[in-house]
């Protein structure tokens, strides 16, 4: 199928999210990669290529911290209302994952089935230096950023992203990061640029907690 351009994806509506940590539908879990009926793991969860809490500082600094305690209270409150009609967005559903890191599921409103799973992965204590240790382990390990924030694009098993999976790990302080977990479908105009849609909302996400929403 052919590639849609990007400028899709950055246009004032995305049309869609799915959670799916790189291939999967599974709810309550976080999984990467392939068959989407097949539980697997994230970022969060592959083993690690170094000792826990033995990161080495590999990570890129946060400069510009957001307040993350909104989250802490309501993982919902990644996106504002406006935000999430403004992106063709049903509101959010808190749903935690299997190992209780809280998670909110945003599903787009076009009736593809996508959607982006907003997760706060409580394995990573040292912020982005504990997904760094685990790039090793996994398939896909892209360092980008987002608002001057440094992120990561994640997968676990395969590279699936010309199928809409996308992770994309955002530090939003030092010791605080936040999962986007993506599959976009077929049925939505954002296909397949799950990691391109994961950008836009950690964008707003940003903008969001620091009150620019």
Do not use: W
């Not at 990570?59 to 909104?70: E, I, Q, T």
């Not at 009736?111 to 992965?121: H, L, M």
Request: hydrophobic share 30%; charged share 20%; glycine share 10%.
């Amino acid at each position: 199928m052919r590639r849609r351009p990007a400028g899709a994806v950055l246009g004032a509506t995305v049309a869609g999210l799915v959670l799916a940590s790189c291939g999967s539908e599974t709810a309550g879990e976080a999984t990467g990669g392939g068959d989407p009926t097949t539980p697997g793991t994230s970022a969060a969860t592959a083993p690690p290529s170094s000792p826990a809490g033995d990161t080495g500082g590999q990570a890129p600094r946060v400069s510009d911290p957001v307040d993350v305690a909104p989250l802490r209270q309501d993982p919902c409150a990644a996106l504002s209302s406006a935000q999430t009609r403004e992106r063709n967005l049903e509101q959010g559903e808190s749903e935690p994952m299997s190992d209780g890191s809280p998670t909110c599921i945003y599903r787009y409103a076009d009736g593809s089935g996508s959607q982006v799973r907003f997760v706060q992965v409580q394995d990573f204590t040292n912020g982005l230096d504990d997904v760094y240790a685990r790039a090793d382990a996994l398939a896909v390990f892209e360092p980008t950023e987002v608002e001057g924030h440094p992120a990561v694009i994640t997968q676990t098993h395969q590279d699936d992203r010309d199928e809409g999976f996308c992770d994309l790990q955002v530090g939003l302080t030092d010791q605080y990061v936040v999962s986007l977990m993506t599959h976009v479908y077929e049925g939505s105009d954002d296909y397949p640029q799950g990691c391109e849609v994961n950008k836009v909302l950690a964008a707003d996400m940003i903008h969001n907690l620091r009150g620019e929403a």
